[in-house]
């Protein structure tokens, strides 16, 4: 396929959108607060940003220029700029991990799907047993694969209409819409008695708060938040025209990112310090167990508006977690229609049906294939642990070395300054951030969490 055939995001706000849209998701609104309650709040905040724009940022770019410059899939480009050498696995892990990724977030995604269901339907309202509420849901054989199948086939819909029309267009739709909740949320949440111990929480550094593991956990927290090492940014930056400048959009799509990311923290614990008893470190459990009874208790004197609250938030998340899921198909998509010569849309079909099918298999290890263990894990935490652990760190490490050390240096400045037309000054030390600096942080976030688990 030559490049006047392939398709191209067609406007600068377009090909921003639609890379923010891929960053931005449940690893903003549901990770990122639980990583901020369990690691003193604006201390790790403080961290994530460094740990973002110094180290993060340099990725993404180089992640941009390699699929730029190819014009091709994830696995592709790294055939056409190291031919015949091993690199080629680095782009066949990507679309790997995409595609792994994808059969299992989707399943989340689907939760969001039930909540945001649940919340319109009046079911989150009024005395519950949340906890109970949400592991009954999970270990149901049939409800979490109905909505995770509903979810791929609304993720499968715009990945059908293909770049343009499909993803770049809910792209402009999905990204202000979130941003908007967002706001209005934040608003709500300020309103709540109590909440000057939230913004407390996350605006006023305790600095002895700032350990090693909390350095960990923000470099893993800000390229997991980023999506890099999974093919997403590599494969959107092949539509990318070559007037489109990589440094400033890697810059506007952290920054939205990272917005999207504290926003959420200014959602979530002004509302848990709004309710006396609650802790912000819940983890994983703040978003669908701890937040259902914040709203009913912070607005039980309003019931109207804890019950709007709460749509809009669950709304928020099925938003975030779509823009994802579309980006993750894509990977896949890309890939098997560029390589195979088969059709995007018989692509996309068949990337839809393996997710389901493997998506269908890690919701049931909740439930009746419990019992059913890989390396002592269920089948979801297994794939959790290969793409999260494993595969995202190892493939961000790889593209920081393959950019920094293998690309010839006039390469790579003539993608990020646009053949010399964009004046960027700061190169050579994005140059010496690509070839010391992320390799070894990444390696140590790599090591660590493999010691961990």
């Not at 449940?26 to 990122?32: D, T, V």
């Not at 914040?294 to 109207?304: H, L, S, T, Y």
Request: charged share 15%; proline share 4%.
């Amino acid at each position: 396929m030559s490049d006047k055939e392939r398709a191209n995001f067609g406007s600068k706000l377009g090909i921003i959108l639609a890379s923010a849209g891929s960053a931005v998701g449940l690893g903003n609104i549901w990770r990122f607060p639980c990583e901020v309650g369990e690691n003193g709040g604006a201390a790790f905040i403080l961290v994530y940003l460094v740990c973002v724009f110094f180290l993060g940022v340099p990725v993404m770019v180089s992640e941009f220029l390699i699929g730029r410059h190819s014009h091709a899939n994830t696995a592709t480009a790294y055939q056409i700029l190291a031919p015949r050498t091993p690199w080629k696995t680095v782009g066949l892990m990507g679309v790997f991990a995409g595609f792994l990724i994808l059969s299992y977030y989707t399943v989340v995604a689907g939760w969001t799907l039930e909540y945001m269901v649940s919340a319109t339907a009046g079911r989150l309202s009024g005395a519950k047993d949340f906890t109970r509420h949400f592991n009954e849901f999970v270990a149901n054989p049939w409800k979490p694969v109905l909505y995770m199948t509903v979810f791929m086939l609304l993720t499968h819909a715009v990945i059908v209409r293909g770049v343009k029309d499909g993803i770049e267009k809910f792209s402009k739709v999905m990204m202000p819409m979130l941003l908007l909740i967002i706001g209005i949320l934040v608003v709500c949440s300020f309103s709540m008695p109590g909440s000057s111990e939230g913004l407390r929480f996350l605006l006023k550094p305790d600095f002895s708060k700032i350990t090693a593991k909390v350095v960990l956990s923000a470099m893993g927290q800000a390229f997991f938040s980023l999506s890099l090492g999974m093919g997403c940014l590599c494969t959107y930056a092949s539509y990318f025209g070559k007037e489109a400048n990589l440094m400033k959009t890697a810059g506007s799509v952290a920054l939205i990112d990272t917005i999207v990311a504290v926003m959420s923290g200014f959602i979530i614990f002004p509302a848990v310090y709004s309710v006396p008893g609650l802790s912000p470190d819940a983890g994983p459990g703040l978003v669908f167990v701890t937040l259902p009874n914040v709203f009913n208790i912070a607005f039980g004197n309003i019931p109207w508006l804890g019950y709007l609250f709460s749509v809009m938030f669950y709304v928020l998340l099925v938003l975030a977690a779509l823009t994802s899921t579309i980006s993750l198909h894509e990977v896949a998509t890309a890939y098997i229609h560029e390589s195979y010569g088969i059709s995007r849309r018989k692509g996309a079909y068949i990337v839809t049906g393996g997710c389901i099918v493997l998506g269908a298999l890690c919701s049931l290890s909740f439930g009746v294939l419990s019992d059913f263990k890989l390396g002592g894990m269920i089948l979801f935490d297994c794939f959790d642990f290969l793409s999260a652990k494993f595969l995202m760190p190892l493939g961000g490490m790889l593209i920081s070395l393959f950019t920094g050390w293998y690309l010839d240096r006039r390469l790579v400045w003539e993608e990020v300054t646009n053949d010399g037309k964009l004046r960027i000054s700061f190169f050579r030390f994005y140059i010496f951030l690509l070839r010391y600096v992320a390799p070894l942080a990444i390696g140590v976030i790599f090591v660590n969490e493999l010691l961990r688990s």
